[in-house]
């Protein structure tokens, strides 16, 4: 495999961990991309890699992009992320799952993983069977925990009313039409919540049951995943993979906001400026989708029940708007401003 300092996503990250176990089939990789503010918090992501540079190019990208989210939602936590490699199969057994967790118990505490992409809270209970740097376990009524998504879900639906607030002047997503790319946990959260207001969707996923299925829960419409980024709509709300923000893509897009809970929504920096330039209004991903790794930290800690959750999900917005004010004021894209704010934050001199 490649080592990771010759790529341009390394950036200066502390640890970057290789994981192999034979025995188990695992192969894993955890990338630490800083502890400043504190422990690296991120979850663990399952995924079938066509290459393992791609594993690790993903690693890299995706704690860089916690220690920014840890930082811009006022967490004390730093950065990290993990994937492992899943087969074509996507085999994944508990004895796997308790190497994984081996793999973290030796980092000793400098990263916190919990759930992310082909992870659920019950894969999660088996990883804590061999370490106790684990979040995202069930929860009981009115205590903090579980699957995280639901209040990824939450944020995300309200950094979606920030947006048509600040770029349509409206209050209610009643009557908008919101391109949803992805129905998946989180996209199914942010749907429902729209719906209930009054929007009107229409949806795409690689999984055609799984949009068909939203669909038939929203009112909403099915297009092909070729076809979502082109819809003309008030909002086009990614919440699937990744890196879908290109050259191309930003200009066919035919919508005035971007705002979605996928992680490294920009292909490149300089995607930022693209939808910049074309007066579209971006919504970073990791300040809109911090609602999960709120929950996540707030159980960790144990500092604080539900209701201060939600009390720190209400602040995306705030942030939200904190970013767009500053990039108004300056004429910087909110990406570029949003990263500038985390480098700070993070102890970093700003890129570029």
Known sequence: MTTPWGLPDFDAHEEVHFVTDEKT?????????????????GGARFWHYAEDEEALTDALRLSRGMSYKNAMAGLPLGG???????????????????????????????YVTAEDVGINVADMIEISRSTKFVAGLPNSAGDVGGDPGPHTSLGVFLG?????KWALGKDSLRDLHIAMQGAGSVATGVAMHACAE??????????????????SQTGGKVVSTDEILGVEADVISPNALGAILNEQS???LKTPIVAGGANN??????????????GILYA???????????????????DGDATLVRRRIEGIPVRLEQVWKEGSETG???AAVADAMAQRLIGRAPRG
């Not at 199969?89 to 973290?104: C, I, Q, S």
């Not at 979606?160 to 048509?164: D, E, T």
């Not at 300040?287 to 960790?300: D, F």
């Open 265 to 278: 929504q920009l292909a490149t920096p300089e995607d930022g400026h693209r939808l910049h330039q074309r």
């Open 250 to 252: 930003i200009a066919a």
């Open 160 to 164: 979606i009313k920030a947006a048509v």
């Open 284 to 302: 970073p991903d990791y300040v809109i989708n911090a609602g999960g790794i709120i929950n996540v930290c707030t159980e960790y800690l144990g």
């Open 332 to 334: 910087r894209d909110p």
């Open 198 to 215: 009054g929007a009107k969707l229409t949806i795409a996923d690689v999984d055609q049951a799984k949009a068909e299925k939203l669909a």
């Open 25 to 41: 089939g695992l192969k894993a990789i955890i990338a630490i991309h800083s502890t400043h503010l504190g422990p690296a918090g």
């Open 80 to 110: 990290g992320k993990s994937v492992i490699l899943a087969d074509a199969d996507r085999t994944k057994t508990p004895e796997m799952l308790h190497a994984f967790g081996k793999a973290v118990d030796g980092i000793c505490g400098r």
